[in-house]
């Protein structure tokens, strides 16, 4: 059995960690922290585990204090809090994984730039590995330290990654309009998050500003081979969990939506969590599930392509996705514990 | 392997029961039937299934010349309809278990007079067992016509039954003000269940006149030992999934809100899926499960207690309770298939 | 032109004051006074009124300087707040209109031990009228200090004020099942009030112990002339605003269902604002309005009468009958301000 | 006193007209029609005119003969479906406002290639004056046959105009991504708009197929003086009402999104319902008013522009424009009738 830890067990990233990780046949939670609940009983906090977790929450020093009895380290922190405890834990040996976004860029200016902290662990950037497990499995298994993609990023670099792999874009055409449940704001008390606030409206947030920007556009880079810049759009929407990634460009080649079908087929048949659908996705039919689904359109008058994914942004947005990380990083198969149906309605 | 078939699969029961049973370690499904969608791909209907179920739903003739290849035959269709179906199955020795009200009412008269249809199957009615299961294991495990709980029965006889069979409350004094979720009308196509017919309201509705009245007066009476009738105000709330059933009664003697979860944990001590709280229920808490949460209040003020119980209405109140009956008339474990825990948020 | 200012402008029940009063033909507000945003504008906050209302809040403090100027001053404050300002501002001749709970209670040991807050102004208690418009027009006429009812208070009482004033019901038999939209809670950060904590589920709270029980029964007592105690439920329901109201009690008689809408039509046959139905109520047909539907219905069965009644908790249940009672201790025609008929869908 | 009469009187957008022309100074509705539900109360289908609109609503056959009475007409039907009434009711002398599309575009073959619908009033098409308000008052108030624009173009129209008039954007390049409330589906009963398949969900529909599309095309033309084709995506949202419209372009110039604030204000610096943010607008802001806000921002770093504006899908999208022409139509002052501030929360 793999033992582990979860810091930020009480945010819903960590909180989906902890559900995916209790029916986990390969995996004990030894500890979960939690900033604001230490000494709470798990369960007090999430009703759902009433009869099953019956433990307390610790605070980060008592699960600094256990580090040397896990396998590996989950971290689910806002960002700039994830500097400290993953030193500590390489240092000991245990594997980390961030689901936060402080080891997700190369570049510590970038970091710096956008999330506006100080990067504390310079040293540590060139050993992370960015998870978005389909394009990247390979690092994955060998790594120590694995940062966990943004929800956002997850959505769309599947959406997006086949086309500029196989230069069928305008690179300077590219829009991604994202729709995002109110989850991914987290569980923290704010006016704007109050169902009163969310509940009937739907709003743009952040336009052309996102933290989520420098790590999609590190990743399309990678894939397109030079250097990507996107129009990316967030958008909050009225229902708890999902996100929907419309993501748009210009298409440099005459082809079909059966064309680009079979492409994004064969680009990923290998990959048993990403479904490339005949027609268009809905976040329900991913709820709960580490899948992603993905439409694709060409708009033959206009020449553009659209292509639309769809996921869970709690699971393959974060926590799922974590787990499917851990699976490889630690030779299991990676579907493990992930064998998961959305559940209709 | 268990071989099962589905009657009635593409309505929200029968989705509900499709998505257990696909997870089920001991069953198969050999069918799945549908009126309106026979010769459809099911995961056309469903896109969850995307690359999982590659069935064609079939007719119900097509199930009817497949019985003899099942051991258990799921039946989730309006009332009225089962009886036909139920008979040709037993008669191939086809265990039957009716998510309808069918064979819910031992009394032919009371059936026809709720649900204004004549009952065509009345000399089953001798063998049909009543399938709440926490209360009837025993007749459970031998029958071969299972008559599986609706919704608000399930929720609200859990509740009040360990006040009644220790005669704690008065009975003319019971009140059922119970409220759900828009999957218990169902996927037919109605202006009364349309988005923007539903959301930001409430209402009551079938006010003292719904059919699930006998129903729960039937096994509270059997609860009771003598004859209980209940007001019952159905609510329907803007939420998908979940029930919950908030009971009243007088108390006969001097109890303490301690003194009935004491009560209520000992008369269900062995049974997995109920949990007594410390507090009050939300249906959050156990979607997607199998579980009951209950709360008690005692209100000392008016010497009345408040009975609060919270399920799935197609997990416990359908579906769960379905595959948790057959786990038993099979001699399987009670809880395969079913050890789910509610995902937050 | 009727002079009002706004205190605690920001809440939901503030700020449906600003909306009513804004469009109100005699009524120009002269301040708007939150604490919490004070010297910001108030359009920043609801930007509804972008374009439209320009003013900057202002703090406690700068809306005392201006007590002066104002003829009415609505409190929409947190209980145990309003006293100071109330003695200020009825020293200086300024009509008061209390939304909060200081002055509803007659008795300043149960508003104690209800609210668990000293009252300070227990002189001031003769004086305040409760201002359920429709039950008590005379002395509402004729006050200074008026105490706006809650919104489960007015919903119930309401509906059971009829039964009660012509002794129908056994008074020990009160059950009141209430449920809530999330405005009810107002516009406080609080975690139980996340979109996601309250999205898709209902939950009770405060079971037998909500603050708005002692003001219940303080006026059906008086509707029956004897003590009357109930046993309160109030419920969370994933909607932004409305209050849905059933009430339960024994039969004294033997009355049908048609003979209480009669008796119900004629007891509010000259207020404009209640209609009585011949079907059941919906809180959405009532949204937005400060109309109160009341649905009624004899179970025969068990002799008890059902008695449901719908508001909009921030109109009729909080700033809408603060007009409407202001309309009235001004002089004006009641419904002035407050002609609204619900937007559907 | 103007004489109105509905046609669609029960579909949303014909009960939105029945709910502003109800509240509207100078008009009265002779007639309301209705194909589903002629002979009944209106106020039994809509429940929220329960003592206010006892009228019971007619068949066409029995509109058609009141036309006489009537000075203008609202028709709300579907597509197709408004040729035969409107030239009856033209020749009658009585003003035709089509909240459908059967007079929104100018040439016959690209209604008949979008629609697949014979259109069979060519020779009206030259008569029709599309209105979206404030772009056109010159030729609206001189109509006789005013087709009322769809929500979609409503919002994108707005958005897009001043960039097109000003030759700011590559108009290759314009992407729009919108988002819509489900009562823009009607209310047909549809599986699709159950409760239950749209709660908790976004998808995108119709991708490079939407109805709108032409009709956006069409006038976003005329503004650019050249011919302006776009990529049009909506998506249904979780909500009953609003339209959140972002649309993209290339800028071709350099400009701050302070230059462009500026420059849209001084375009609609006579337009009472428009209103330039300096923000971000969310739909729930304009919720049941006549109001468009819109919000800019220029993307820097890609030197894309991004419009977003929301407006009410049902007013400004529909019912509250038709009246604002009427208004116009009439003489009247454009704003009467629609001066109405959203509801917050």
């Known amino acids: 059995m793999i033992k582990a830890g979860i810091i930020g067990a009480t945010g819903y990233a960590g909180e989906q960690l902890t559900w995916l990780l209790y029916k986990h046949p390969e995996v004990n939670v030894e500890f979960y922290s939690s900033h604001n609940y230490a000494d709470i009983k798990y369960n007090e906090i999430y009703n759902n585990y009433n009869g099953f977790i019956e433990d307390i929450c610790v605070s980060l020093e008592v699960a600094i204090s256990k580090l040397s009895n896990i396998n590996?380290?989950?971290?689910?922190?806002?960002?700039?809090?994830?500097f400290e405890i993953t030193e500590k834990a390489l240092a000991l040996g245990v594997k980390v994984i961030d689901l936060?976004?402080?080891f997700r860029l190369k570049s510590k200016e970038v970091y710096e730039e956008w999330y506006k902290?100080?990067?504390e662990?310079?040293?540590?950037?060139?050993?992370?590995?960015?998870?978005?497990?389909e394009l990247n499995r390979k690092a994955i298994k060998q790594?120590?330290?694995?940062?966990?993609?943004?929800?956002?990023?997850?959505?769309?670099?599947l959406a997006l990654?086949?086309?500029?792999?196989?230069?069928?874009?305008?690179?300077?055409?590219?829009?991604?309009?994202?729709?995002?449940g109110v989850s991914g704001a987290g569980r923290a008390a704010s006016i704007g998050s109050l169902f009163t606030e969310c509940n009937e409206s739907i709003k743009a947030y952040a336009v052309a500003s996102h933290r989520h920007t420098p790590e999609i556009e590190q990743e399309l880079s990678m894939a397109a081979s030079e250097n990507v810049m996107i129009t990316f759009t967030p958008h909050l929407v009225p229902m708890n969990r999902g996100i929907l990634s419309t993501c748009y460009g210009a298409l440099k080649k005459d082809l079909t939506t059966e064309d680009l079908i079979d492409l994004y087929r064969d680009f990923y048949k290998d990959d048993y969590f990403i479904k490339i659908l005949n027609g268009l996705p809905e976040t329900r039919w991913?709820?709960?599930?580490?899948?992603?689904?993905?439409?694709?359109?060409?708009?033959?008058?206009?020449?553009k392509v659209i292509i639309i994914s769809a996921i869970d942004n709690l699971i393959k947005g974060a926590a799922g996705q974590a787990v499917q990380n851990m699976n490889i990083m630690f030779g299991l198969k990676e579907t493990t514990g992930l064998e998961i149906i959305a559940m209709a309605p």
């Not at 590996?72 to 994830?82: E, H, Q, R």
């Not at 790594?143 to 670099?157: R, S, W």
């Open 72 to 82: 590996v380290l989950f971290i689910a922190l806002p960002s700039g809090k994830a």
């Open 161 to 180: 990654t086949p086309l500029l792999k196989n230069n069928l874009i305008d690179i300077n055409s590219i829009i991604v309009d994202a729709k995002s």
């Open 100 to 102: 936060g976004a402080d």
């Open 143 to 157: 790594c120590n330290l694995l940062a966990n993609p943004g929800c956002y990023p997850t959505a769309t670099i």
């Open 286 to 303: 991913v709820r709960g599930s580490n899948l992603c689904h993905i439409g694709i359109k060409v708009d033959k008058r206009t020449n």
């Open 121 to 133: 662990s310079e040293k540590l950037l060139g050993n992370a590995v960015y998870g978005l497990t």
């Open 117 to 119: 902290v100080k990067h």
